[in-house]
């Protein structure tokens, strides 16, 4: 079936560092991939997303590119604030023939220090 | 410019009685969906509504979680003969999807936290 693996955390930043947040899946067809975020005390927000292969997604600084032949999305960014500070979810969206539903990772806490 | 409103958004309720769940997606969106966020189990799907129909319940964990949708719009999440295994955040998300394609954006509202004792 169709499933998300994401890399455990917490993980804990200094301000100014570089993020990656690892993402894999396993899906028949062709998927759609997003990123959702949670800050504390608020809803789930689309961070980014993309739909095909080698597309990239991006937002607010961070990216990540849709690669079918290693079955990954990494979320990537440059220089965290403390403000980024949040639960990041990865998941996988079916198309055609299917409701739309998403399947998500079990997300990661990113914890960035000043 | 509302968004996706839930509630109530706390509910503490006694194990072996029925809670109703509300949500109120953004209006026109077609595309209803409820998910439950356990820290067990992660973020789930349980129910897609397209309208009032639900043509995809397959998340529902067992015959005491039923839902419905009126005009299109509110819908109710039950859970009948509440367990403590429910005790959960459920979300509701809405979207403007209509046809099969499933890289519309989903709108989740704020979530109701439901504590079973």
């Known amino acids: 079936g169709n499933s998300v693996t994401q890399m455990e955390g917490p993980v804990t930043l200094s301000e100014e560092a570089f993020l990656t947040i690892n993402c894999t899946y396993t899906a028949t067809g062709y998927p759609s991939l997003f990123w959702y975020v949670q800050y504390p005390g608020e809803g789930l927000q689309l961070l980014l997303k993309?739909?095909?292969?080698?597309d990239k997604g991006s937002n607010k600084g961070f990216e990540a590119t849709y690669r079918k032949e290693t079955t990954s999305f990494h979320l990537e960014k440059g220089s965290v604030q403390v403000s980024d500070s949040a639960v990041y979810f990865c998941a996988l969206g079916r198309g055609s023939g299917n409701t739309g539903k998403l399947i998500f990772g079990q997300g990661t806490t990113l914890q960035v220090k000043p | 410019g509302a968004g996706v409103s839930q509630s109530p958004s706390n509910k503490v309720t006694e194990k072996g009685k029925d809670v109703e769940l509300r949500c109120d997606p953004i209006s026109g969106h077609t595309a209803l969906y409820w998910y439950r966020q356990s820290l067990g189990q992660g973020l789930e799907f349980l129910i897609y509504f397209q309208g009032n129909s639900a043509p995809d319940k397959s998340g529902l964990p067992s015959d005491r979680f039923s839902a419905e949708r009126t005009g299109g719009s509110v819908s109710t999440l039950t859970i009948q003969r509440t367990q403590q295994e429910d005790s959960a955040v459920y979300l509701c998300?809405?979207?403007?999807?209509?046809?099969?394609?499933?890289?519309?954006?989903?709108?989740f509202g704020p979530g109701t936290r439901l504590t079973v004792t």
């Open positions: 993309a739909t095909k292969a080698d």
């Open positions: 998300a809405s979207s403007s999807r209509t046809s099969g394609r499933a890289d519309y954006e989903q709108y």
